[in-house]
């Protein structure tokens, strides 16, 4: 409804992101709506506003992926700044995946840990993006999503983009192949072998915290 009113009025948008109470959170997804030119300076008021307001403003989802468009240092930095609200986890990662840089490495590592598939899968595909080996405990979480996403027969793409960053984190060129629908994780078993032969006591750990004794 709000992109027809802009396509019949085209000074609509211009007029709402300049307007002086224009900038609130509930704003964000009117913002997202407007065309590119004046998304970007709503984007850029709003983030303005935000900073000013400090704690006093909850950030929501909608700000997040409107403030990522902007793709200014400052703003990035604000928006991984959020990280301690676990409801815009899977918005920062979808902010930040696109440009993985390594200075969000830990980020995506935690993301790993998400319950959203789409979410792991960003994380996922942003670790394999920086082509970087990883510590056991960046391959522990890896394995651990995983293991995890075994249990969703229908997570086969979420699966695919761990499976590739654990190969990358790694650096072993594994071969996975899902063949039988009620033996997803045996396809990976190759990954958790190696893990617990050259990690054996971030092995132990991972079978603990996923609450049995072996994969």
Not at 105 to 123: D, I
Not at 190 to 204: G, N, S, V
Request: negative net charge.
């Amino acid at each position: 409804a709000f992109t027809e009113l802009c396509r019949r009025d085209p000074k609509l948008a211009q007029a709402l992101a300049t307007h002086r109470d224009f900038g609130l959170p509930a704003h964000a997804m009117f913002a997202q709506l407007m065309p590119e030119k004046q998304r970007k300076l709503a984007a850029k008021k709003m983030f303005a506003k935000a900073q000013r307001a400090g704690d006093d403003v909850a950030w929501t989802p909608e700000m997040i992926a409107l403030f990522a468009e902007l793709g200014e240092a400052e703003v990035d930095q604000a928006v991984r700044d959020q990280w301690h609200d676990y409801a815009l986890r899977d918005a920062i990662i979808a902010a930040l995946y696109a440009n993985p840089r390594p200075q969000d490495r830990a980020l995506f590592v935690e993301g790993l840990k998400e319950t959203s598939a789409a979410t792991v899968a960003r994380a996922a595909e942003a670790l394999t993006g920086l082509s970087e080996a990883g510590t056991a405990k960046e391959i522990a979480a890896a394995l651990g999503a995983l293991k995890h996403f075994s249990a969703d027969q229908n997570a086969r793409l979420t699966r695919q983009a761990i499976a590739a960053a654990v190969s990358v984190l790694s650096e072993q060129e594994f071969k996975f192949e899902e063949e039988a629908e009620d033996e997803i994780l045996a396809a990976y078993q190759p990954a958790f072998e190696w893990f617990a032969k050259t990690h054996p006591e971030e092995f132990a750990k991972l079978n603990r915290l996923s609450g049995d004794g072996g994969v």
